[in-house]
Nanobody, 121 residues
């Protein structure tokens, strides 16, 4: 199984980025997909999750209203649209997958390698 995250970069505060995560080696539509992030000196934290069909979504309080998770099962890809970015969003962002349909914040089966997002103030 491979989860390949991309789309990170340097952006000014107030700007937007769209992260992508391409999955291979698994039956993508059977997996709940999630995004997590880890800032320097902090523990990894849950950002968002989306159910297998995309009908249900969950977000961390800190990103609700600014970030949107989506998926395209035909392309085996999950996305994270990030708007109104601020310095506190600076982190390495990871996509993850688990075999199930609950929007949980922990115990994912597979993890991607991460993509760096840096927001300058």
């Amino acid at each position: 199984v491979q989860l390949q995250a991309s789309g990170g970069g340097l952006v000014q505060a107030g700007g937007s980025l769209r992260l992508s995560c391409a999955a291979s080696g698994l039956t993508f539509s059977s997996y709940t997909m999630g995004w997590f992030r880890q800032a320097p000196g902090k523990e990894r934290e849950f950002v968002a999750a989306i159910s297998r069909t995309g009908g249900r979504r969950a977000y961390a309080d800190s990103v609700t209203g600014r970030f949107t998770i989506s998926r395209d099962n035909a392309k085996n890809t999950v996305y994270l649209q990030m708007n109104k970015l601020n310095a506190e969003d600076t982190a390495v962002y990871y996509c993850a997958a688990y075999l199930g349909d609950g929007l949980r914040h922990y115990e994912y089966d597979y993890w991607g390698q991460g993509t760096q997002v840096t927001v300058s103030s």
